[in-house]
T-cell receptor, first 116, second 109 residues
């Protein structure tokens, strides 16, 4: 398995500002993922972040709005830029670790964001 | 789109076995069945996964039908802390995880 921490755990922000969320994992991993979970909804993948390459964004998500850094194999950041109330969500990072014959994803505790 | 179908909600008495069904009739031969759960306000927690054989770990058992079109997650002795949303996901390799709406399991004292 993997131990994943996220900072901050929660924040309240004003519209128009930006917030950077950090994700730290206790071991080196190749693939890290960022998800969003809007209130009452399921998880939606924002992007996949591999070390040494540009993040790959899912349909509906763009780099200008959600820039991602992946400076090494244990750390990544997601920035939510120019925030609006619609960005109020839980943001989760996950990592992929080799399981018994198949990769398994493990999730961080999430960052709960409220935009006023 | 999610490739699985789950009942939206279920109740189970504390101490009894909770059996959560999942239909995945379009599963392909190399896709695994994964189960995660999300306790309120927390990140999803990996429970178990399997390909075609039944699997058991310290948290749960996974029963997969012979045709692999459906499966059941079994929590053998449910406790109040098992109250959560349970997600059944079919997944292979580096494909992204696609979360459906899951089953909201409530354990009744």
């Amino acid at each position: 398995s993997a131990v994943i921490s996220q900072k901050p755990s929660r924040d309240i922000c004003q519209r128009g500002t930006s917030l950077t969320i950090q994700c730290q994992v206790d071991s080196q991993v190749t693939m890290m993922f960022w998800y969003r979970q809007q209130p009452g909804q399921s998880l939606t993948l924002i992007a996949t972040a591999n070390q040494g390459s540009e993040a790959t964004y899912e349909s509906g998500f763009v780099i200008d709005k959600f820039p991602i850094s992946r400076p090494n194999l244990t750390f990544s950041t997601l920035t939510v830029s120019n925030m609006s109330p619609e960005d109020s969500s839980i943001y989760l990072c996950s990592v992929e670790k080799d399981g018994t014959g198949q990769e398994t994803q493990y999730f961080g505790p999430g960052t709960r964001l409220l935009v006023l | 789109d999610a490739k699985t179908t789950q009942p939206p909600s279920m109740d189970c008495a504390e101490g009894r076995a909770a059996n959560l069904p999942c239909n995945h009739s379009t599963i392909s031969g190399n896709e695994y069945v994964y189960w995660y759960r999300q306790i309120h306000s927390q990140g999803p927690q990996y429970i178990i996964h399997g390909l075609k054989n039944n699997e058991t770990n310290e948290m749960a058992s996974l029963i997969i039908t012979e045709d692999r079109k459906s499966s059941t997650l079994i929590l053998p002795h449910a406790t109040l802390r098992d109250t959560a949303v349970y997600y059944c996901i079919v997944h292979f390799g580096n494909e992204k995880l696609t979360f459906g709406t899951g089953t909201r399991l409530t354990i009744i004292p």
